[in-house]
C-alpha cells in the first residue's frame, strides 16, 4: 500500500508540473541543447530564432567558443535568421540548471555519458528529449541515471527521428535542408505521452504521439538507411571523399534491395513484439510526403534529401553510432526473440571490418538495456507503466 501511495503522490507532482508548463506563457519556456553537433547547432539556432531563452551545452571547446563570441547562431535554409543563445559552455551545471527542457543532440553512444554527467543537477520535473532515441535511448539513458545515483528522476522521452536534415556550414553557423511533417515521440512510461507532447507542441508542432518507446525504438528509421548506404557505397566515398549525393545516387538499384530486406527484418522483430512497424516506404511519406512505387523511387523522389552530400569518411556516425546503438540492439532483440535477421547481422559484420571495431561489443544489447530474460509480456508491461 505505501508504495502504490507514493506512486500516487509522485504522479500527482508530475500531472501538476505539465499543468504548470501547459499555463505557462509558451515564450517563458527554458530549453537546454546538448551537443553542438550539426543537430545541435540546427536546433539551438532555431529556438533562438523563435524567441525562446536557449543554453547550449558542449563537452569540447571547439564549437562553443564561435557560439559564446557571436552570441548565437546563424541558420539558414527552411529556417532563415540569427538565433541568440544565452549561455554557450562546457560547464553542465550552469547550462541545465533552472531550464525546463533538456533536448540532447548528441549520437547515440553519447546518452550514457550524457546522462551521467546530467544527473547531478537534474529535477524531478525536468523533460528529456532524446533527438533521437535510436534503438533503446531512453532505456541505456534511464540505466545510466540508475548507475549514477539518481532517485528522482526527470521525465524521459526519445524521439523516433530527429526533427531536421540539417549540417553545420561553419562556426556557429548551421542549415536546415528540411523539417520533418511528424516525428512521433513516447515516454518511459507511455502513460506520459499525451501530457509531454502537448509541451513540445507548443514549440515544434511536428512531435506527435508515439505509442511507447519500443515503437519509437523499431521505426528507427536510420537504422536502415545510414549503416548500409555507407558500408555499400564505402570505396565511393574513400575515392571522392563523398563527392556525391549520399540518398539519390547512393541508393542505386541493387543497393536499394539491401535496404528493403534489412527493413523486412525490422518489421518482423515488430511483429515478434506485437508491434506494428511503419515501413521505410511509408515513413518516407509520413515524414516527406515522399511517394514511390517502390522503396527506391520514395528515396529520389524526397526533396529532402536533395543536396546532401555522403560522409566523407567511413570514421563516420553513420557506422560509428548507428551500427552499435540501432542494428546491435535490433540484432540483439532478434536473437532473444528467435527471429533470423542475417542481412542486419551481415552490416553489422562488414562494418566492424570495415571500421577495424567490434561493434557487437560495444553495441547496445538486450543485457545493457535490462531487457535479457523478460517475456514479450514483461517487455510490453515496461513500455507501459515504467519502473520509475
Known amino acids: 500500500m505505501a508504495t502504490k501511495k507514493i506512486s500516487r503522490e509522485l504522479d500527482s507532482r508530475r500531472k501538476n508540473y505539465i499543468k504548470e508548463l501547459l499555463s505557462k506563457p509558451k515564450e517563458e519556456l527554458s530549453f ?14 532555431h529556438l533562438g530564432i523563435m524567441g525562446y531563452r536557449v543554453n547550449l551545452f558542449n563537452r569540447s571547446r571547439q564549437k562553443i567558443l564561435p557560439v559564446a563570441h557571436r552570441g548565437g547562431i546563424r541558420v539558414e535554409g527552411a529556417v532563415e535568421g540569427f538565433g541568440p543563445i544565452d549561455i554557450a559552455s562546457t560547464q553542465i551545471k550552469e547550462c541545465v540548471k533552472n531550464v525546463d527542457i533538456l533536448m540532447v543532440v548528441v549520437p547515440a553512444n553519447g546518452h550514457s555519458n550524457i546522462a551521467k554527467i546530467c ?6 520535473n525536468q523533460i528529456v528529449v532524446l533527438n533521437p532515441g535510436r534503438t533503446g535511448g531512453c532505456l541505456e539513458f534511464l540505466q545510466a541515471l540508475k548507475e549514477a545515483g539518481l532517485q528522482k528522476f526527470p521525465f524521459l ?8 536534415a540539417s549540417r553545420s556550414i561553419g562556426p556557429a553557423q548551421a542549415k536546415i535542408f528540411s523539417i520533418k511533417n511528424s516525428v ?13 507532447v502537448k509541451v513540445l507542441k507548443r514549440v515544434f508542432p ?7 518507446i519500443f515503437k519509437t525504438s523499431l521505426n528507427n528509421i536510420g537504422a536502415i538507411f545510414h549503416p548500409a548506404l555507407t558500408v555499400l557505397n ?15 545516387q547512393g541508393a542505386s538499384p541493387s543497393v536499394a534491395k539491401v535496404l528493403k530486406k534489412l527493413d523486412k527484418e525490422r518489421l518482423e522483430i515488430g511483429t515478434a513484439l506485437g508491434i506494428r512497424t511503419m515501413s521505410a516506404k511509408n515513413w518516407l511519406y509520413t515524414a516527406y510526403s515522399a511517394t514511390g512505387k517502390d522503396l527506391r523511387e ?8 536533395l543536396g546532401i552530400k555522403a560522409p566523407d569518411r567511413l570514421h563516420h556516425r553513420y557506422i560509428d553510432e548507428d551500427v552499435p546503438m540501432s542494428l546491435v540492439p535490433l540484432a ?19 562494418a566492424s571490418i570495415m571500421r577495424g571495431r567490434n561493434f557487437w561489443q560495444e553495441g547496445r544489447t538486450v543485457e545493457k538495456l535490462g531487457l535479457k530474460g523478460m517475456s514479450i509480456r514483461d517487455i510490453r508491461l515496461l513500455a507501459e507503466v515504467g519502473e520509475i
Open 157 to 164: 522521452s526519445e524521439a523516433q527521428t530527429f526533427i531536421y
Open 32 to 45: 537546454c541543447v546538448l551537443g553542438a553537433g550539426h543537430g545541435g547547432l540546427a536546433m539551438a539556432g
Open 119 to 124: 544527473a547531478p543537477y537534474l529535477r524531478e
Open 332 to 350: 540483439s532483440l532478434a536473437e532473444m526473440l528467435k527471429v533470423e535477421v542475417p542481412t542486419i547481422k551481415a552490416i553489422i559484420h562488414l
Open 234 to 248: 564505402a570505396a565511393w566515398i574513400e575515392e571522392t571523399h563523398g563527392d556525391f549525393e549520399y540518398y539519390i
Open 298 to 305: 520514395a528515396i529520389l523522389s524526397n526533396p529532402g534529401y
Open 184 to 196: 512521433p515521440l513516447a515516454t518511459l512510461p507511455a502513460y506520459w505521452i499525451p501530457g509531454i
Open 206 to 212: 511536428q512531435f506527435v504521439p508515439g505509442d511507447n
